[in-house]
T-cell receptor, first 117, second 111 residues
Framework: ETGVTQTPRHLVMGMTNKKSLKCEQHLGHNAMYWYKQSAKKPLELMFV???????ENNSVPSRFSPECPNSSHLFLHLHTLQPEDSALYLC????????????????FGEGSRLTVL | TQLLEQSPQFLSIQEGENLTVYCNSSSVFSSLQWYRQEPGEGPVLLVT?????EVKKLKRLTFQFGDARKDSSLHITAAQPGDTGLYLCAGAGSNDYKLSFGAGTTVTVRA
């Protein structure tokens, strides 16, 4: 198994649909992240889960709903999205140091390419 | 959010040429990371620099952290087509697990 696995790799949905993105990490890390990557823009941090607890919600619209049932799995539930939400959604994991609180290395999945029609 | 500006936005060079990519900010970072992202893949960490003035070498790649820890550069010597990709810099503040990313530099190395 590769380190961080995301499914599906590609998703096309209408604005009224409900879908979910899934992420699984096999690295034993204690933190997981959702990032949004749009063309010519910096990666935008959406959510952070540290030891399964959500520690960051970066002003993300409520049409994006994260779920972290355990330290290895992370979901992003999508509903009533807008065309401007079309982007590459990247999941990442890292091992947070309790002592330093630094992120350390982020291990990314291959991303889920989302298109909202 | 601490802003990181990367330049140039796009760079296209011939195989064997050298290139430099810059990452600048008005903020001080406790550490700075460089990632490379190939088409259809997620970013992969290349290096982390933590000390002002630090220089790290990774084969043909040379990374430098500015003395004031506000900027960084990536220099590639004798570029190869395999160096093609999106290069991202990301900075971390003190006691802050949130990384701020630049928009990236798209590098294309032509054979």
């Amino acid at each position: 198994e590769t380190g961080v696995t995301q499914t599906p790799r590609h998703l096309v949905m209408g604005m009224t649909n409900k879908k979910s993105l899934k992420c699984e990490q096999h690295l034993g890390h204690n933190a997981m992240y959702w990032y949004k990557q749009s063309a010519k823009k910096p990666l935008e941090l959406m959510f952070v889960y540290n030891f399964k607890e959500q520690t960051e919600n970066n002003s993300v619209p409520s049409r994006f709903s994260p779920e972290c049932p355990n330290s290895s799995h992370l979901f992003l539930h999508l509903h009533t999205l807008q065309p401007e939400d079309s982007a590459l959604y990247l999941c990442a994991s890292s091992q947070l140091s309790v002592a330093s609180a630094n992120t350390g290395e982020l291990f990314f999945g291959e991303g889920s390419r989302l298109t909202v029609l | 959010t601490q802003l990181l500006e990367q330049s140039p936005q796009f760079l296209s060079i011939q195989e064997g040429e050298n290139l430099t990519v810059y990452c600048n900010s008005s903020s001080v970072f406790s550490s700075l990371q460089w990632y490379r992202q190939e088409p259809g893949e997620g970013p992969v960490l290349l290096v982390t620099v933590v000390t002002g003035g630090e220089v790290k070498k990774l084969k043909r790649l040379t990374f430098q952290f500015g003395d004031a820890r506000k900027d960084s550069s990536l220099h590639i010597t004798a570029a190869q087509p395999g160096d093609t990709g999106l290069y991202l810099c990301a900075g971390a503040g003190s006691n802050d697990y949130k990384l701020s990313f630049g928009a990236g530099t798209t590098v294309t190395v032509r054979a």
